[in-house]
Every structure is written in C-alpha cells, then in structure tokens.
C-alpha cells in the first residue's frame, strides 16, 4: 500500500536559531524556492510532499502553536485580494495555499518531551495506515530528472511492505551526531551505498561513540563511512505501539521519549515477525537544515543556484 498521509514535526524551540527564533517559529523561518517564490520552510516541505503523492499532511505544533501556522496556510482575504489584483502570480500563490489549508491537520504536544513523543500525537491522524514522517526544518534537493527523496522513499516503501528508513553515507566524524545503522544489502546488482539499494537493518543506534559506531559497520561500505539516518521515515502503525510502549514505562533518553528508542523497539518486533519488515533504503538527493545558521545558508545558496536567480547569484549547486 502506497502511504497517502504524512506528519511533519514542528514543535522544536529552535534554540540554535535564536535570536530569529524569539520572533518567529523555525519552521517558518523564509527561503526562496526553486520557483523563485519566497515561502516559509514548512510550506516548501508540504509542497514537495503532494507532489509526491501524499493527499494528508498532519503538523505536529508546540502547545498553542497552532495559530501562525493556521495564518500562513489560509485562502486570501478581501484586503489581500485588492492589493494582489495586477498580481496574477500572487493569487495562484493564494490559490494553493488554500489547497493546503484543506489538507492539513494540526496536533498539539502538550510538553516538550521529546521526538518520540512529538510523534506520539499523530497517532489518531494516522489511524491504521502506513505514513511518512518529516521534519520541519529539513529540506531535500536532487539533481535535475531526479524525484525526489520522497517520492523516492514512497515509492520504495509500496515495493517492499512494512517500515523503510532513509538512510546516506557519513564519516566516522559525524557519526555522534546521528543515527548508524547496521544493514545487510539486498540488491548485489549495485553497490552497497549507491541510490536505489535497499537492506534489512541488522540493528541501529542514536549518536553512538566511534567504537560502537565501528559495530555498527555495514559490509560492501568504505571504511570510515556508515549508513546513518537522512532524516525521512515510512513508519507502519506498529510504530506507535512502540512509542507508546516507551511513554507508559517512562523509558527516556537525556530525560526524553526518543524516537530512535521507538525505532529499536519496531526492528525486535519485526526481526521476531511480530511486525511487517523494517528496511533501510539509500536515496538519491541531498538534505538541508534549516535548523542551524550555517546549515540554513547552505539551503538558501543550494535552492538559489537551482532557481531562476541562480546566474546573478553564482552559487554553487551539488
């Protein structure tokens, strides 16, 4: 079953963002798009997503964080019409945001404990379906004639059943910042990092130190790389289950419900057959992050230089 419904996280204080983030929610923090557009960056994540062939879309906002959210994601008013009327791109602009107003959802987490309980919320929006899982401040670029990551992983998820989770090639030094997976690649007919293999995870670990890392190695990856997460999920409803398991056993990391734990949790289930398959999948496409101030210029030089600015900007595109 190809998932049709998707959560996005973005209930973060966006600390690493401060002094902007005082005035305004990360996610909303401004790009240019590739269309040469100025748009908030969870607009441009929910944009890529019904692209891709997702119909629902479902927020997951800090308690009473609705309200600037539901202001950007709204039809025009009557002022906004009169002031935009010799500005047919504008109302298009106006016109899909509306279309977007009609299929997003918002939840609410009620305190700030952690990824995994953020994710917790949705569980009623999900119901029995399989869904994608993003986050608020990562954006996906891939070269010209690519799909995107997410189609990418939507794609590859309806192909193999069960849970899939995106995976790229880190070095040794990046690997206490992340998550390291342990994989046995399924496809010989191409290499073991290369876009487009898809594993059986073996086990997987959130930010190890270099000797775990070091277990976790994948065979057919370079030496001093590793499979280590990029940030897109396909989580069956069992995931759930999981991280409720978590919430009602007070099981934390750093004082928080981690969704790596959750994730865990799924891999023993379906490595026992008690769940459908957990895969890993390898992508084609680079992630961006917003949430940080030198990731945030990389995104904004990286859409620059695919967008219709790029010659007066001289950036560089990878």
């Not at 994540?45 to 009473?64: A, H, M, T």
């Not at 073991?192 to 930010?207: F, H, M, S, T, W």
């Not at 990286?302 to 219709?308: C, D, M, V």
């Amino acid at each position: 079953m190809r998932a049709k419904r998707a959560v996005i996280t973005a209930a973060g204080r966006g600390t690493r963002q401060f002094p902007a983030t005082r005035s305004i929610q990360k996610e909303l923090l401004p790009l240019v798009d590739t269309d040469g557009l100025t748009k908030p960056t969870i607009q441009i994540i929910v944009e890529d997503c019904l692209r891709s062939g997702i119909e629902e879309v479902c927020i997951v906002v800090e308690k009473d964080g609705q309200k600037p959210f539901r202001e950007h994601f709204r039809a025009l008013g009557d002022d906004e019409r009169r002031v935009f009327a010799a500005k047919p791109w504008a109302l298009a602009a106006g016109e899909a945001l509306a279309e977007m107003e009609r299929r997003i959802t918002y939840v609410e987490q009620p305190s700030p404990e952690g990824f995994g309980h953020a994710v917790y919320q949705a569980r009623s929006f999900v119901g029995d379906q399989p869904f994608l899982l993003l986050l608020g401040d990562h954006v996906y670029t891939t070269p010209d004639g690519v799909s995107s990551p997410i189609a990418q992983l939507l794609d590859i998820a309806a192909e193999s059943g069960g849970a899939v989770t995106s995976v790229r090639l880190d070095p040794e030094s990046a690997v206490s910042v992340t998550g390291v997976l342990k994989c046995r690649p399924l496809n010989s007919a191409i290499a073991a990092d290369a876009p487009g293999q898809v594993y059986d995870i073996l086990a997987l670990k959130e930010k190890p130190t270099i000797i775990e890392a070091r277990e976790l190695a994948t065979p057919g990856v370079p030496g001093g790389f590793y499979l280590c997460h990029f940030g897109l999920h396909l989580f069956t409803p069992e995931i759930f289950d999981c991280l409720g398991q978590l919430i009602e056993t007070n099981t934390r990391v750093k004082n928080e419900f981690q969704l790596t734990s959750g994730q865990e949790l799924l891999l023993a289930r379906s490595q026992r057959g008690e769940a459908p398959p957990y895969r890993a999948a390898f992508l084609q496409g680079d992630r961006w992050d917003t949430g940080v101030p030198d990731g945030y210029l990389e995104t904004l030089m990286a859409l620059g230089g695919r967008g219709p600015f790029a010659a007066q900007l001289h950036a560089p595109v990878r």
